[in-house]
């Protein structure tokens, strides 16, 4: 199932009627007996008011110090650039591992992130998204080249559980399209890996976004234009493999498991 912004911004009966022309569409293409006709959109960054289904989080909300900003950015005129629509957004700021003053009980500090907001309720229930037909998520992004993880909420049973993977850049400066398969995601809370783990529940997804939380003091900057569910690897500039065992040529990660160990993430 799809969410889209203008599902979100509208009355419930408004909404209904949106949701309810979209699974007709669904029944009438035959999807679910065919399978999927194309690539199936989750959020785009081409209008400015796209930023209206999105919230913005960071270490501030516990009394922190880090600054958190996610911005329209217009496509430019002068210098080409490698998108489709007419702009992105920016995820950028500053991380701070300052601790606030008066608060013995929070340890830890420096994280910011964004995520788009729960979809509200329609004649036919929340207008969740159905991503069980795709095989892969892929995001267009140019990157700083900092450890930014990717954050998938689904309708589970524990509401702060979330799925995520790391977001691997591989030409920092460049716009560049990632592929990762939805089955490599680790299922997370409140930081540390869960146990037993277990897959996305791919028919009820609510909402995606991106963090920071690898507590490195200064600026951050990350371009996203957009965000797609899709069966086809020839999008990807190159396929993000999942986290493996410990090995030489793996990269620290910043999740940890119940026993505080880190959770490493193949690059290759």
């Not at 509208?10 to 909404?15: E, I, L, N, S």
């Not at 920016?90 to 003053?101: C, E």
């Not at 234009?225 to 493999?241: F, G, I, K, L, Q």
């Amino acid at each position: 199932m799809r969410a889209t912004a203008a599902c979100l911004s509208k009355g419930f009966w408004a909404r209904s009627i949106d949701e309810f022309k979209r699974l007709s569409n669904i029944t009438f293409k035959l999807e679910g007996i065919k399978g999927p006709t194309g690539p199936l959109p989750l959020h785009s960054f081409h209008t400015a008011d796209s930023l209206d289904t999105c919230k913005t989080l960071c270490d501030q909300d516990i009394g922190g110090f880090s600054t958190v900003s996610l911005d329209y950015v217009p496509r430019s005129t002068t210098t080409p650039e490698a998108i489709q629509g007419p702009g992105y957004a920016r995820f950028h700021g500053s991380i701070s591992t300052k601790l606030p003053p008066n608060k013995p009980d929070i340890m830890r500090s420096g994280y910011a992130a964004w995520r788009t907001l729960d979809p509200k309720s329609t004649l036919f229930g929340r207008s969740l998204f159905n991503i069980d037909m795709y095989a892969y998520l892929a995001l267009r992004i140019r990157s700083d080249g900092r450890s930014y993880l990717i954050n998938i909420q689904t309708e589970s049973v524990v509401p702060t559980d979330l799925h995520q993977h790391r977001l691997f850049a591989k030409r920092p400066g460049e716009w560049e399209t990632v592929i990762i398969k939805w089955n490599d995601f680790v299922r997370t809370n409140h930081g540390f890996v869960v146990e037993p783990q277990t897959e996305i529940l791919r028919q009820k997804v609510r909402t995606f976004g991106i963090g920071l939380t690898d507590r490195v003091p200064g600026p951050f900057e990350l371009d996203i234009e957009r965000m797609w569910a899709t069966n086809d690897m020839s999008e990807d500039d190159e396929v993000v493999a999942a986290p493996v065992a410990p090995a030489t040529d793996l990269k620290e990660g910043q999740l940890r498991n119940k026993h505080g160990q880190h959770i490493n993430w193949n690059e290759k």
